[in-house]
């Protein structure tokens, strides 16, 4: 019997591993790209499917309902009282809905739909795609002259798109009660006095944020999960591996795109 042969340990080298995950990066960006220069090009032609779209926003709106509702509730629940807590220290409980309703709007609303939709809907597109590609299903849709983004991507970005937005007004909506809730309880604040505060913060542009906020949240999940997807190959370890770089690209890319909205839109009021 041959011994057998000793096993090389590797140093992790930091920068060699940021090399790579920039390269995967950029390489994931452009195919983003070309796939959503693509997907707009048949929706700009008509060349929708609109049965599959529909179905599509089932699986992406109404089943995400629930679970963004439970994490808006409490979300809300856990601001509206930190909130609350400090402004009654300062003697500004009257600003409570205010504040709690901005950040709503502006921030909490689109990122909570969009962590949990990215969380929920991005990881099982990056996965049911990469069992398609392993599986050859990509290859026999090209070899009957059926463009894999015309037939998978463009539904389930109509479907995204519609939704998201919808899903981001319901956790404001879902979160602006229980700051109603909270600041009656911890602050003694009436809800008249909080919609009072509500109506004199926010504006018209804080809910163009909010659905700027939404759209770019719904292209990037579906655009960069169907990337993925399709242009992943091997064994059943890569649906593993493209499941979880789906939910690691897009998760941050929605943080960072979100600030960059928030610092090209802020505005003094």
């Known amino acids: 019997m041959t011994a057998a042969a000793p096993k090389i340990k590797r140093r992790f080298n930091p920068w060699l591993f940021l090399e790579e995950q920039l390269g995967v990066g950029l390489e994931l960006v452009g195919q983003s790209l070309i796939m959503l220069v ?17 179905r599509q926003a089932y699986m992406i709106g109404v089943k995400s309902f629930v679970v963004v509702g439970i994490t808006a509730l409490f979300t809300g629940f856990a601001m509206s009282l930190q909130i609350a807590r400090e402004l009654v220290l300062f003697g500004a409980d009257t600003a409570i809905g205010g504040v709690v309703s901005l950040a709503l709007v502006r921030e909490i609303g689109p990122i909570t739909a969009g962590v949990i939709v990215a969380g929920r809907v991005g990881s099982s597109v990056a996965a049911e795609l990469t069992t398609m590609m392993i599986s050859e299903q990509i290859d026999a849709l090209k070899v009957m002259r059926v463009d ?13 798109a519609t939704m998201l937005p919808i899903l981001s007004v319901y956790a404001m909506a879902i979160g602006l009660i229980a ?5 009656q309880a911890a602050a003694n604040v009436p ?5 009072d505060s509500v109506k004199q913060t926010i504006l018209d542009r804080d809910f163009g944020v909010h659905f700027l906020k939404s759209f770019i949240n719904a292209t990037v999940i579906i655009i960069f999960s169907c990337a993925i997807g399709l242009n992943t190959r091997g064994g059943a370890e890569d649906v593993g591996i493209a499941t979880t770089r789906s939910i690691v690209w897009t998760m941050t890319s929605i943080f960072v795109l979100n600030y960059v909205v928030t610092a090209m839109t802020y505005a003094p009021r």
């Not at 997907?39 to 609109?50: E, V």
């Open 148 to 160: 894999p983004v015309e037939f998978l991507v463009v539904p389930r970005y109509v479907a995204a």
């Open 179 to 183: 700051g109603i809730v909270i600041a």
């Open 191 to 195: 809800p008249a006095t909080f919609l």
């Open 38 to 54: 693509q997907t707009y090009g048949y929706i700009l032609r008509g060349q929708i499917d609109w049965r599959e779209s529909y």
